[in-house]
């Protein structure tokens, strides 16, 4: 283990993925305003861990592996309220998300089957002797990805905050309306680039898959 700053970041990013998994499911608005803190600042962290390993010159293997193993378990623990909340409405709160409704099967087999093809990809890479890092279409997935999931769960606080405080006015309807906006964009810009990034690291280490050992 390479005890660097940015691989301790990393490490810290993956342990919280269970508190923001689980934030959502209390009652109130104020365990989903905390979720959604702790997801943006693991987010940032992303950046962050990246930018200190190069400035450093701490860039490593391991960094490099872990920190796409990070953003799939973020995924993962987001994805899980999110899916079950937009289908699971309470007597007082509606959690759907704008335009989708529920968050749709096939978009979940879509962000989760394209994470754990790649993370198969790289462990039979890595048994190449390659390392496949983040590449650019990648980051813009996981910006999107971001921003969507960030959104999201700011969607539920304020839906929570909403019935709980009685939220009404022209402010509140406008809110909504641009708050609407931005999961529905972001999150079929996050289906787009999801497909289109999968196809670009299986097309960029295409010569991986004629190595015979790959499929054993």
């Known amino acids: 283990m390479h005890w660097t700053l940015p691989n301790v970041i990393t490490l810290v990013r993956i342990g919280l993925t269970p508190v923001i998994a689980l934030l959502p499911f209390i009652q109130g608005y104020w365990p989903k305003v905390l979720a959604f803190v702790i997801f943006v600042a693991a987010a940032v962290s992303d950046t962050v861990d990246g930018y200190i390993a190069r400035k450093r010159n701490q860039v490593s293997e ?36 704008p335009w989708w409704g529920s968050l749709p099967v096939w978009v979940a087999i879509i962000l989760v089957g394209r994470e754990l093809l790649i993370t198969a990809f790289r462990w039979f890479a890595k048994r190449q002797g390659v390392v496949i890092p983040a590449a650019g279409p990648g980051k813009l997935k996981a910006t999107f990805q971001a921003v969507f999931i960030g959104a999201t769960l700011a969607w539920f606080a304020w839906k929570d905050a909403v019935a709980e ?3 009404a006015g022209w402010f509140r309807d406008v809110w909504e309306q641009f708050h609407a906006i931005v999961v529905a964009v972001t999150l079929l810009g996050a289906v787009v680039l999801t497909v289109y990034s999968l196809g670009h690291y299986l097309y960029k280490y295409r010569t991986l898959l004629k190595y015979r050992d790959f499929l054993r």
């Open 62 to 97: 391991l960094g490099q592996f872990l920190d796409p193993i990070a953003d799939k378990l973020l995924l993962f623990a987001t994805l899980v309220p999110i899916f079950w909340m937009t289908r699971h409405p309470t007597i007082l709160t509606d959690y759907r998300l």
């Open 165 to 167: 405080l009685k939220l």
